[in-house]
Structure formats: structure tokens, C-alpha cells
T-cell receptor, first 114, second 111 residues
Framework: GESVGLHLPTLSVQEGDNSIINCAYS??????FIWYKQESGKGPQFIID?????DKRQGQRVTVLLNKTVKHLSLQIAATQPGDSAVYFC?????????????FGQGTILTVHP | DAGVTQSPTHLIKTRGQQVTLRCSPI?????VSWYQQVLGQGPQFIFQ???????GRGNFPDRFSARQFPNYSSELNVNALLLGDSALYLC??????????FGPGTRLTVT
């Protein structure tokens, strides 16, 4: 069955450092993944997505890497800022569409120290 | 622009009671989904509605039900509340073939 999970539940970094958040998935047929950021008191917010025909996708200060061989993806945040402090989830939408049922991982708490 | 709105923000109920949570999607969005987020975990899918029809249901008991109105707003109902129903209930809306936008959630506490 489908499952999406994270290696590290917490990550603490200094402002300006690069952060790497990891996620493992179990379904080798999975073809689309989304990273979400959830700040305290708010709902999850879309950060970046990646399809299985790509190994890497870059956004503004964020990069997602997908390794289909080991069923692993990561979110890299460059020059981490205090405003990046939040819980980060990887999620897999059903049916390969961004509006389908989302299966979320456990989440990683990122804390950025000034 | 107004995002997804949910009401109430917080709610305290007693075991055995019933609760109704409300969601207003972003204007023009016809798809609404509900998620339950227990403290320390990722959100879990409960329902998806599109054009007032149920398009998906997660692994939740029949005590959970939902509906979507002609204006695309939605209600989530939970009957016979249990302590384990205490959670943040999230609503998300989307356009077809587009990302889901989440509301701030309703924090339900069952005592």
C-alpha cells in the first residue's frame, strides 16, 4: 500500500545554513510528489512539486531531489531564514494530480536559530 | 484575495456529542477536501467533494459525513464524538488540475 514517511522528525539549523529535509516512500509506482510547509496555526502551504520523470526541480531557494532507485526525495532550503521555521511534509497525491487525495508523511520540524 | 476560510476556529465538545465544521472555498474553486490532523502527525484524508458530489472517502468511520452546497461551501459532520476525534480539521479547495489551498483549520477538542 501507499505510505510516505520522513527520516528525521526534527532539524535545527543556524540562520544562513542550508537545510535538507528527507522523505521516503514505499510505492514504486508513485509518480508525483509535493512538499508542503505548515507554520504554527496555519494550514499546509504548497512549496514545490516534482514528477517522477525528473530527478531535480528548483524553485526560489528550494530544490527537490528525487531518487527513484531508493524511493527517496529531499527538500533543500538554501540560506535558511528564521521565517523558514515550520513543519515540512512530503505528500503524494492520488492519481498523479495535484488536486487528488493527498497522503502526507509524518513531517519534519525545522527550527532556524538567528 | 480571500483564501479558504473555516469556522469555527476552535471548538470544545463532550464525548458523545455531534459537531459541524464549515468551510468556504476560494472563489471559483469547485473541489473541497477535508483532512484530519492529529497533533504530531501529518494530515489524513477524510473526504473530497467536487461539484457537490463525493469523489473520495478516506478510512474513517461512518460517524464522519460531509456535504457540499450549491455555492461550493462544505460542512463536515462528526457524530458520537470520541476523545480520539480531537484534532485539527483542515479544509482545502482547488480548481480542476491545480494545487490544493488549505484553510487555517478548526481545532476540535473532545473532553
Amino acid at each position: 500500500g501507499e505510505s510516505v514517511g520522513l527520516h528525521l522528525p526534527t532539524l535545527s539549523v543556524q540562520e544562513g545554513d542550508n537545510s535538507i529535509i528527507n522523505c521516503a516512500y514505499s510505492n514504486s509506482a508513485s509518480d508525483y510528489f509535493i512538499w508542503y510547509k505548515q507554520e504554527s496555526g496555519k494550514g499546509p502551504q504548497f512549496i514545490i512539486d516534482i514528477r517522477s520523470n525528473m530527478d531535480k526541480r528548483q524553485g526560489q531557494r528550494v530544490t527537490v531531489l528525487l531518487n527513484k532507485t531508493v524511493k527517496h526525495l529531499s527538500l533543500q532550503i538554501a540560506a535558511t531564514q528564521p521565517g523558514d521555521s515550520a513543519v515540512y511534509f512530503c505528500a503524494e497525491p492520488a492519481g498523479g494530480t495535484s488536486y487528488g487525495k493527498l497522503t502526507f508523511g509524518q513531517g519534519t520540524i525545522l527550527t532556524v536559530h538567528p | 484575495d480571500a483564501g479558504v476560510t473555516q469556522s469555527p476556529t476552535h471548538l470544545i465538545k463532550t464525548r458523545g456529542q455531534q459537531v459541524t465544521l464549515r468551510c468556504s472555498p476560494i472563489s471559483g474553486h469547485k473541489s473541497v477536501s477535508w483532512y484530519q490532523q492529529v497533533l504530531g502527525q501529518g494530515p489524513q484524508f477524510i473526504f473530497q467533494y467536487y461539484e457537490k458530489e463525493e469523489r473520495g472517502r478516506g478510512n474513517f468511520p461512518d460517524r464522519f459525513s460531509a456535504r457540499q452546497f450549491p455555492n461550493y461551501s462544505s460542512e463536515l459532520n462528526v457524530n458520537a464524538l470520541l476523545l480520539g476525534d480531537s484534532a485539527l480539521y483542515l479544509c482545502a479547495s482547488s480548481l480542476p488540475h491545480d494545487e490544493q489551498y488549505f484553510g487555517p483549520g478548526t481545532r476540535l477538542t473532545v473532553t
